[in-house]
């Protein structure tokens, strides 16, 4: 079992980034393909982005396209989300997941069996 930790939330201006951090218990960290989602207040949670266990493949929402890039660092057990251009309607809970079957996992929810307890990230306008 592995446990999950983001960090790098907070309060910022639209047009402005920020780098969350997802920090993982335990040696099976690499061999879990990750993911990030989200969550508005009232709306249901969101799949934003996800990278294979090597970190050669991403794929990511088309609402991030172009603004977000995940990363990983197996060495330091630690995933990455590089937030730029942020927006309003970016905000949200993010959580970060890990899918303990697969070394790239797709951008459903129940694929994950790990997840962390979530950073709010706020951007105002």
């Known amino acids: 079992q592995v446990q999950l930790v983001e960090s790098g939330g907070g309060l910022v201006q639209a047009g402005g980034s920020l780098r969350l951090s997802c920090a993982a218990s335990?040696?099976?960290?690499?061999?879990?393909?990750m993911g990030w989602f989200r969550q508005a207040p009232g709306k249901e949670r969101e799949f934003v982005s996800a990278?294979?266990?090597?970190?050669?493949?991403?794929h990511y929402a088309d609402s991030v396209k172009g603004r977000f890039t995940i990363s990983r660092d197996n060495a330091k057990n630690t995933l990455y989300l590089q937030m730029n251009s942020l927006k309003p309607e970016d905000t949200a809970v993010y959580y970060c997941?890990?899918?303990?079957?697969?070394?790239?996992?797709?951008?459903?929810?129940?694929?994950?069996?790990?997840w962390g307890q979530g950073t709010q990230v706020t951007v105002s306008s």
């Open positions: 335990g040696r099976a960290f690499r061999w879990y393909g």
């Open positions: 990278i294979s266990t090597s970190g050669g493949s991403t």
């Open positions: 997941a890990a899918d303990r079957d697969k070394y790239y996992s797709g951008s459903d929810s129940y694929e994950y069996d790990y």
